[in-house]
């Protein structure tokens, strides 16, 4: 295990990144033109990423990013 101290304004800030990346890939995900093998390491990435924003966001935060249930399971 690793721990790392950083400040409220940095904090906010990878609050940030992380969601403009979640947001892209939401965006992505929603494409009919990209293969579903590519869709499913972008929602593995997006897994990773809601993971770490739970960290730092608040729970109310944390259900507007979640993805339902039947768009994490639906192939392609």
Known sequence: ???MLINQKEV???EYLIKREMDEISFDLMDDRIDHIV???ME???QILFSLF????TPSD???YMRPR???E???
């Open 39 to 41: 869709k499913r390491a």
């Open 44 to 46: 593995e990435r997006y």
């Open 1 to 3: 295990m690793k721990g």
């Open 62 to 64: 944390c259900l507007k």
């Open 70 to 72: 039947n768009q994490r």
């Open 54 to 57: 739970q960290r730092v966001a």
């Open 74 to 76: 639906q192939k392609g």
């Open 12 to 14: 906010k800030e990878m």
